[in-house]
C-alpha cells in the first residue's frame, strides 16, 4: 500500500491550502484515514495526530486546528484532502497522511501513531 501526498506549498497567514493524500488500488473507505503534523522543531517520530476521519464518517480534530481544518476522502479518487484555512505560522510542517483499521468507540486510536499500519513521506507546508 502506497500513500503519496502533495499539495504542500508556501502560503501567508490568513491564507487557505488544500493537501491530498492519494492511495492508487487501495480502498480507502475501509480504513480509518488521519493527518499527522510533524512541526519545526520536531523529530518525525514525535509528529501529531491533527484530524481523522474514521469508516462510518466521524471526524475529530486536535484543538489546534478544529473550527479551520476540514478532513474529507473522495473514494472513487482513493484520495484524502486536508483542507486548511485561515491559516496560522504554527501551521507550518509536515503533513503526513496515514492509514489504519477502524477507531470504533476506541477513541484513543485516533491519534496514537501505532493504530496506523500505513503511512506517506510526508508534505511541506509553510506559512509564513
Known amino acids: 500500500v502506497q500513500l503519496v501526498e502533495s499539495g504542500g506549498d508556501s502560503v501567508q497567514p490568513g491564507g487557505s491550502q488544500r493537501t491530498s493524500c492519494i492511495a492508487p488500488g487501495f480502498n480507502i473507505s475501509a480504513y480509518a484515514m488521519a493527518w499527522f503534523r510533524q512541526g519545526p522543531r520536531q523529530e518525525r517520530e514525535e509528529r501529531e495526530g491533527i484530524a481523522g476521519l474514521d469508516v462510518d464518517g466521524r471526524t475529530v480534530y486536535a484543538d489546534s486546528v478544529k473550527g479551520r481544518f476540514t478532513i474529507s476522502k473522495d473514494t472513487a479518487k482513493s484520495t484524502l484532502y486536508l483542507q486548511m484555512n485561515r491559516m496560522k505560522v504554527r501551521d507550518t510542517g509536515i503533513y503526513y497522511c496515514?492509514?489504519?483499521?477502524?477507531?470504533?468507540?476506541?477513541?484513543?486510536?485516533?491519534?496514537?501513531?501505532?493504530?496506523?499500519?500505513?503511512w506517506g513521506q510526508g508534505t511541506q507546508v509553510t506559512v509564513s
Open positions: 496515514a492509514a489504519g483499521g477502524s477507531v470504533g468507540p476506541h477513541s484513543y486510536r485516533w491519534f496514537w501513531k501505532g493504530h496506523y499500519d500505513y
